[in-house]
């Protein structure tokens, strides 16, 4: 047993050494983690600000000013230019100068006081999810208005007090920041585990360690541990950089997390064992993880939420592990939920871990 140990020891060592060996394998490590956080935690945002708007203002009244200076206030409409006929609107969106225009019509003041004004919003849907993010501010923004001026100097009949849960500013930034735990030690253990497999094969020492004292299983675990290792490093590098720079709470357990993360990545040095097996060379290697890797990101809910994929879709993420651990994840981080309310995710994982393990090491074996 201690023999064992000691070989598995040895194997992680050689590991370590050849993955830090290589500066540039050692920035990819390590710095690639933090620039690609600090992308995703700026670059990759749903929130719609600063929406650059047109106005034709026929009316040219105090309600009318009133209205453009109520859609500019909060920051989500930038006025970038006016207006004086329909065709400079259009020419604005077509060119895309502007992605909102706002159509003010004569007579609006006095409409307004009646109850009866309208008011025409243009809106560049080539990208739809800023179109309709923007459509929902600008129309509510809009109705605020009108019914404020219906409502000047009685009580309203309705008074509507709205709250967000966990994420009261609907930062995207707290949404997304956790999650990107996912994708890169997925990205990491996956790839690197295919590739140093797959180069070892390459330059034929694997089957001087296949003849070597060493048993099958102490081999896969020489090779799989180091980047498990490394993939713990980059969670706590991951997780400070959340915390300090970024500001996202951790209401949770750190243990959790732990937990958590271990069955996930379990389940990418799986994968990447597998991968190893039925690729030839590193280029192949690296086009086979690629490959599995955008599939499982799509079908997260990283980007699009489960909840609004056909239903053959909804059904097939249940079979992807990263799915289930960024529920656990994002749990963790804003809500602070426990083991018992995250429980058949954490069995998912465990059982994808299990499977994938199994299979990926059967094939090793067969292979060598």
Known sequence: MRAGLGRVGWMVRKELVQVFRDPRMARLVIVAPIIQLLIFGYAVSTDVRHTPTIVLDRDQSRESREL????????????????????????????????????IPPGYAGDLADGTATVQLLFD??????????????????????????????????EVRSRAWYNPDLASRLYNVPAVIGLLLSLVCQLLTALAVVREREIG???????SPLRPLELILGKTIPFALIALVDLVLITAMALLWFRVPLRGSPWLLLAATLLFV?????????????????????????????????????????????RFFQVLTLANPMRHF??????????GVGPMDVLPELGALALFATVVLTLATRRFHRSE
């Open 326 to 335: 960024l529920v656990v994840v994002r749990g963790i981080f804003l809500k």
């Open 266 to 310: 379990a389940c990418a040095l799986g994968n990447g064992l597998l991968i190893s097996t039925i690729s030839k060379t590193q280029q192949e290697a690296f086009l086979s993880a690629f490959l599995a890797y955008m599939p499982m990101v799509l079908l997260s809910g990283f980007m699009f939420p489960v909840a609004s994929m056909p």
């Open 125 to 158: 849907g080539t990208n739809s999810n800023q179109a309709t993010i923007a459509k929902g501010h600008a129309e509510r923004i809009v109705q605020d208005v009108a019914l404020a001026r219906a409502l000047a100097g009685r009580a309203p009949p309705l």
């Open 68 to 103: 453009v200076t109520a859609l500019t206030a909060g920051g989500y409409f930038d006025v970038v230019a006016t207006a004086g006929h329909d065709r400079d609107l259009a020419a604005a969106l077509d060119h895309g100068r502007a992605a909102l225009a706002l159509a």
């Open 205 to 211: 020492t694997l089957e001087q360690l296949a003849v």
